[in-house]
T-cell receptor, first 111, second 115 residues
Framework: RKEVEQDPGPFNVPEGATVAFNCTYSNSASQSFFWYRQDCRKEPKLLMSVYSSGNEDGRFTAQLNRASQYISLLIRDSKLSDSATYLCVVNMGPNTDKLIFGTGTRLQVFP | DVKVTQSSRYLVKRTGEKVFLECVQDMDHENMFWYRQDPGLGLRLIYFSYDVKMKEKGDIPEGYSVSREKKERFSLILESASTNQTSMYLC??????????????FGPGTRLTVT
């Protein structure tokens, strides 16, 4: 089983749609969780950290379910500029700065 | 804003050449990382460093070495480049700030082609 698993997509959605990405992780000792965004041929950029209680940043909402080892990202009112690959990222456990990256979910928003 | 820079965006080298990839960060971060990214495989950790002159192997260290002589600079060395090292190489850094612990910030990447 992969340490971080994501549906590769692509998710093709119209502008204005709501889309959700899911991610599961295998290490129950993981304590920090993130979503990164990566545009084609560019570096990954931190989109948001995921907190235990869930958190929201504008149109983006991240949720964490520790019991099921599951993270989600919800994007509301999709924009063309949201088209990118979204990487689910998990740290390996306490006392380590090593992160494990999922292979990403590709989102394509069309007019 | 954190700034991580890498010495080259694109690099073409011949098999057997020694290759140096340089990474510099300006946020006084303790931790620095080298990854490679290949289609379908995602980001894989090659080496990382917690402090000057300290290094630890990641998941795929074979064929690579690193150097960290100064806090802001982390170099990746391909001792004898091979075609299977053709890839996108990404450098990242992270600090020890409580509020931003484990958040990694990436450089723009170096696309290396070995012929």
């Amino acid at each position: 089983r992969k340490e971080v698993e994501q549906d590769p997509g692509p998710f093709n959605v119209p502008e204005g749609a709501t889309v959700a990405f899911n991610c599961t992780y295998s290490n129950s000792a993981s304590q920090s969780f993130f979503w990164y965004r990566q545009d084609c041929r560019k570096e990954p950029k931190l989109l948001m950290s995921v907190y235990s209680s869930g958190n929201e940043d504008g149109r983006f909402t991240a949720q964490l379910n520790r019991a099921s080892q599951y993270i989600s990202l919800l994007i509301r009112d999709s924009k063309l500029s949201d088209s990118a690959t979204y990487l689910c990222v998990v740290n390996m456990g306490p006392n380590t700065d090593k992160l494990i990256f999922g292979t990403g979910t590709r989102l394509q928003v069309f007019p | 804003d954190v700034k991580v820079t890498q010495s080259s965006r694109y690099l073409v080298k011949r098999t057997g050449e020694k290759v140096f990839l340089e990474c510099v960060q300006d946020m006084d971060h303790e931790n620095m990382f080298w990854y490679r990214q290949d289609p379908g495989l995602g980001l894989r950790l090659i080496y990382f460093s917690y402090d000057v002159k300290m290094k630890e192997k990641g998941d795929i260290p074979e064929g690579y070495s690193v150097s960290r002589e100064k806090k802001e600079r982390f170099s990746l060395i391909l001792e004898s480049a091979s075609t299977n090292q053709t890839s996108m190489y990404l450098c990242a850094s992270s600090g020890a700030d409580r509020g931003k612990m484990y958040e990694q910030y990436f450089g723009p990447g170096t696309r290396l082609t070995v012929t």
